[in-house]
């Protein structure tokens, strides 16, 4: 394939999946599938085993071979729990350091930290490792895949459960999200005076007993 051959099926893949990008689920456990999820948008996984090092640059490397796969598209990336640091308010950094032992020295190393938006005019605080964000876009760049957003890939069910609960006054349900060996919780509380009355209080993981 020429290069002009090769620029244009790129620029194809482009214009084909700018209003429909495609979703990849980067998770650290094997989950062995494919599929579509709800609202019939295109959906692959790739799966990788473990949490360390080298479960990070094997991540990295089924990540870039399905990037060179398909070239030129635009993606959403859902990132797992288990590569995560998460938390509410403002103190994040001390809650890391006291679960984790992350210290803010190695915060400021080995991890990226963002804000991100769960509506209701909270932000979920969140850090995952620089190794893996880098890895993520030195792919997407060496195969001109546009990264439209990349982020916990329960963020939009949680925003939508916190939304639907609205109605319910203070009888509030807590909410959880599953993903192979880990599930993620969260608890909510109702603030009266709040612009928004329905808040994330505390969000956190357990582990599957093994």
Same mark, same amino acid.
Do not use: F, N
């Given at each position: 394939?020429?290069?002009?051959?090769?620029?244009?099926?790129?620029?194809?893949?482009?214009?084909?999946?700018? !209003?429909?990008?495609?979703?990849?689920?980067?998770?650290?456990?094997?989950? *062995? *599938?494919?599929?579509?999820?709800?609202?019939? @948008?295109? #959906?692959?996984?790739?799966?990788?085993?473990?949490? #360390?090092?080298?479960?990070?640059?094997?991540?990295?490397?089924?990540?870039?071979? !399905?990037?060179?796969?398909?070239?030129?598209?635009?993606?959403?990336?859902?990132?797992?729990?288990?590569?995560?640091?998460?938390?509410?308010?403002?103190?994040?950094?001390?809650?890391?350091?006291?679960?984790? &032992?992350? #210290?803010?020295?190695?915060?400021?190393?080995?991890?990226?930290?963002? @804000?991100?938006?769960? &509506?209701?005019?909270?932000?979920?605080?969140?850090?995952?490792?620089?190794?893996?964000?880098?890895?993520?876009?030195?792919?997407?760049?060496?195969?001109?895949?546009?990264?439209?957003?990349?982020?916990? !890939?329960?963020?939009?069910?949680?925003? @939508?459960?916190?939304?639907?609960?609205?109605?319910? *006054?203070?009888?509030?349900?807590?909410? #959880?999200?599953?993903?192979? *060996?880990?599930?993620?919780?969260?608890?909510?509380?109702?603030?009266?005076?709040?612009?928004?009355?329905?808040?994330?209080?505390?969000?956190?993981?357990?582990?599957?007993?093994?």
């Amino acid at each position: 394939m020429t290069m002009v051959q090769t620029l244009a099926r790129r620029w194809q893949v482009r214009l084909r999946t700018a !209003w429909r990008p495609l979703r990849v689920d980067l998770q650290p456990v094997p989950v *062995g *599938g494919r599929g579509e999820p709800d609202g019939g @948008q295109p #959906s692959e996984v790739v799966a990788m085993p473990g949490q #360390s090092a080298v479960a990070i640059e094997a991540a990295l490397q089924g990540w870039a071979q !399905w990037c060179a796969e398909h070239a030129g598209a635009c993606v959403e990336v859902g990132l797992s729990a288990h590569w995560l640091l998460v938390t509410v308010g403002e103190e994040a950094p001390a809650v890391w350091q006291h679960y984790y &032992g992350v #210290s803010e020295d190695e915060l400021h190393q080995h991890w990226v930290r963002r @804000q991100v938006d769960m &509506g209701a005019g909270q932000a979920l605080h969140c850090a995952m490792p620089r190794a893996l964000l880098d890895g993520v876009q030195a792919a997407a760049r060496a195969h001109a895949i546009k990264l439209v957003w990349m982020g916990p !890939w329960w963020i939009r069910q949680l925003a @939508q459960h916190v939304r639907a609960q609205c109605d319910l *006054g203070e009888s509030l349900q807590p909410w #959880s999200a599953c993903e192979p *060996g880990l599930t993620v919780r969260a608890s909510l509380a109702w603030e009266e005076h709040a612009g928004q009355p329905v808040q994330v209080r505390q969000l956190w993981c357990e582990a599957e007993a093994a």
